[in-house]
C-alpha cells in the first residue's frame, strides 16, 4: 500500500511459476475509469494478472486491466497522433471519443471490460470491484470511498499478490502435463478460414 504504478502485474504473477505455484497479482491506481451509470473517470483502470507453470509448452500468463484497454494504449495514440478505436473511451454524456487529446480535456473517462450492459460492462465492473476488494480493503488501503473525498487525489496504489501451492493438490508434474494437454488442444482446434494458430495468453 501507500505506492505508486509497479509496471505489468506479470512481473509478479510470473514470480510464482519459478516456484511450482500459480501466481496472482492485481493492482488499484488512477482514476481514469468510469463505473456503469456514473459520470466521468471516478474508479481506477484496475488490473490483474494470473499465471500457471506448463511441462513443455509456455506457461499460461493472462495480464490484463479490467477496461477495454490500458491507458498506455491511449498514452501511445497520444504520442503518435493516432486515433483511439470507438469504443475505448467516452465523455461525461457518454458518447465516444477517438482523439486522444480530448480523454483529459473532455473529462472523458476509459471504458470498463464489456463496454455496454448488452455488451457485458458489468462483468468488467465486477472484476474492478474484485481487485479493489483484494488490493484495497483486505490491506486497509485506502479504497473509493477515500479517494472521492479527496477531489484532487490520483488515487495511489495497493497491490495484492498470491501463490498457490501446487503439491497442495497433486504433484506440480502432473498439474504441468495436464497443462500441456490442454494448451495442445486449443492449439489443435479447427481453425476459421485465414488462422494458422489459435493462441492462448502467455
Known sequence: ?????????????????KENMIGFSCTTGGRRAGAPGS???????????????SGTEFP????????????????????????????????PEGKPITNPKEVATRGGSIVLLGGTPELGIYKG?????MVDILSSILAASVCLPEILSQPNSTGGCTHFCCAVKISGFLPPEEFK?????????????????GVTNITIPG
Open 125 to 129: 465492473f465486477g472484476l474492478n470491484i
Open 60 to 91: 499460461f500468463c493472462l495480464d490484463m486491466a479490467t477496461t477495454v484497454v490500458a491507458h498506455g494504449k491511449v498514452e501511445i495514440a497520444l504520442r503518435t497522433g493516432q486515433a483511439l478505436p470507438k469504443g475505448w473511451a467516452i465523455d
Open 1 to 17: 500500500r501507500n505506492t505508486t504504478h509497479y509496471g505489468a502485474c506479470s512481473a509478479y504473477s510470473l514470480l510464482a511459476i
Open 177 to 193: 502435463k495436464g497443462m500441456d494437454r490442454m494448451i495442445e488442444v486449443y492449439h489443435s482446434l479447427p481453425k476459421a478460414k
Open 39 to 53: 459520470v466521468g473517470p471516478v474508479i481506477g483502470m484496475n488490473a490483474m494478472s494470473f499465471a500457471a507453470p
